[in-house]
Nanobody, 122 residues
Framework: QVQLVESGGGLVQAGDSLRLSCLAS????????MGWFRQAPGKEREFVAS????????KYADSVRGRFTISRDNARNTVWLQMNSLKPEDTAVYYC???????????????WGQGTQVTVSS
């Protein structure tokens, strides 16, 4: 069982940066792939980025590649999402998730945080 708590969201202007954090508690964090997803009002939850347990492999949605960076520190039970050059279309609730497989699909992730709001004004 893994519990996830996100932090770091907020209101920023277009072009600014934010770093989201996700702190895990419970056992086995280093065994899980970690993902970041987001959900904007009226839209389905979408994949943003994922990282394998070893940190050597990452995936990104086309919409954020080159602007966002996912990283993790297994010793600190933490995964981060560094978001640069933010755009208004990045506005959403951001969720971190843990799962046994390094996948893009939300259905592959077993544990979810409560989400943190990111709002980007133009």
């Amino acid at each position: 069982q893994v519990q996830l708590v996100e932090s770091g969201g907020g209101l920023v202007q277009a072009g600014d940066s934010l770093r989201l954090s996700c702190l895990a508690s419970g056992r086995g964090f280093s065994d899980y792939a970690m993902g970041w997803f987001r959900q904007a009002p009226g839209k389905e939850r979408e994949f943003v980025a994922s990282i394998k347990w070893s940190s050597l492999f990452t995936k990104y949605a086309d919409s954020v590649r080159g602007r966002f960076t996912i990283s993790r520190d297994n010793a600190r039970n933490t995964v981060w999402l560094q978001m640069n050059s933010l755009k208004p279309e990045d506005t959403a609730v951001y969720y971190c998730a843990a799962g046994p497989r390094w996948e893009n699909s939300a259905s592959e992730y077993d544990y979810w945080g409560q989400g943190t709001q990111v709002t980007v004004s133009s």
